[in-house]
């Protein structure tokens, strides 16, 4: 490895024992178990480190090139090293998730079968976490703000969730006093993980549905329906792109948001409901403008600033934005 390289290294172990003492010290005044503690701080050490109670997750995110590069391998491994020995924790407790070009449903496929689950809380409730065998361990820590903008916000609402993954939104939903939730999600392993993280929090009653569904074709259908259910409070997370042989059609956040928004407004929501919609898409432009919300009788507020929390750096980590119903 070059001098620079070694160089970068130890600058990197220096910054993680920093961090390690901050990011510490204000979990446990925030009384957070599940953070962020590097993000590509040094831009020579491109990765990602997530701390939960069951172990450290560490996120290559170096380039597809780079990773071709002769010692890149070596490099993740002395990588990996100064975590361990910074954190002072076992080959058991350390898992390294490797970037890959991601389409159609890879996200939701497994990455092994080491059945790696434990319960871990958040704002007084218990999520399902698994740290080795899906990309993606359970619960998108960069929404913690969000969700409990949604707990403060359902009381005695009814609350549609799309694309719903774990289900993390109903649960706070629910914790919140929302009288019914629907969570639709495309994959049935998350579909099943959602309905864990309700029966554990004590919501597994008829109240909190779970659809596996290709939500597209579910609100297509739904729409043709007279006597279809309206909401109060709708939120979705899609995700970027997805061309699922499984999916009613190509999915692409930029092109097909506007339509989608526009159909759940006129279609789906009561009177004075909201929809609260999020996109990790780092270029994407809201294509409903301001006059045309206002035409229909809403405000598209973005909340996207006040809504990623301190232990992200990332300030494009995900868009947030609010459609609320205009002032009078």
């Not at 009561?270 to 994407?284: A, P, V, Y």
Request: with cysteine; aromatic share 12%; glycine share 4%.
């Amino acid at each position: 490895m070059t001098e620079r390289g070694l160089g970068a290294l130890t600058m990197f172990e220096n910054r993680l024992r920093k961090l390690k003492k901050e990011r510490e010290k204000w979990a446990k005044r925030e009384n957070i178990e599940c953070y962020r503690i590097y993000s590509e701080d040094i831009p020579q050490v491109a990765c990602i480190l997530d701390r939960y109670p069951n172990g450290f997750v560490l996120y290559d995110k170096s380039s597809l090139r780079f990773q071709t590069e002769a010692d890149h391998e070596d490099r993740l491994t002395q990588i990996s090293s100064i975590v361990k020995d910074v954190f002072q924790i076992e080959d058991e407790q350390f898992f390294l998730k490797k970037r890959k070009k991601q389409k159609g449903l890879d996200q939701y496929e497994k990455l092994s079968i080491d059945g790696n689950f434990f319960w871990a809380k958040e704002g007084g409730l218990e999520f399902r976490i698994n740290l080795s065998d899906y990309l993606d361990t359970g619960l998108f820590l960069d929404h913690r703000i969000t969700r409990s903008w949604i707990k403060d916000i359902s009381k005695n609402k009814s609350v549609l969730n799309l694309f719903s993954y774990t289900g993390a939104f109903s649960v706070y939903a629910a914790s919140g006093g929302a009288k019914k939730t629907k969570s639709i999600d495309l994959s049935k392993t998350y579909c099943d993980w959602a309905y864990q993280n309700l029966q554990k929090n004590g919501f597994g009653n008829s109240n909190h549905q779970i659809i596996n569904a290709d939500i597209l074709q579910w609100i297509e259908e739904e729409s043709k329906n007279p006597n279809r259910e309206r909401y109060d409070l709708i939120f979705l997370d899609p995700p970027t792109f997805s061309n699922s042989k499984k999916m009613y059609e190509e999915w692409d956040v930029q092109t097909k948001h506007r339509n989608l928004l526009l159909l759940l407004l006129t279609k789906f929501l009561t009177d004075q409901g909201e929809i609260w919609f999020s996109t990790n898409f780092r270029k994407f432009k809201m294509e409903v403008e301001e006059e045309e919300w206002k035409e229909r009788g809403y405000r598209c507020i973005n909340r996207t600033k006040d809504s990623i929390p301190a232990d992200f750096r990332d300030e494009k980590i995900h868009q947030l934005f609010c459609i609320l119903p205009g002032e009078n």
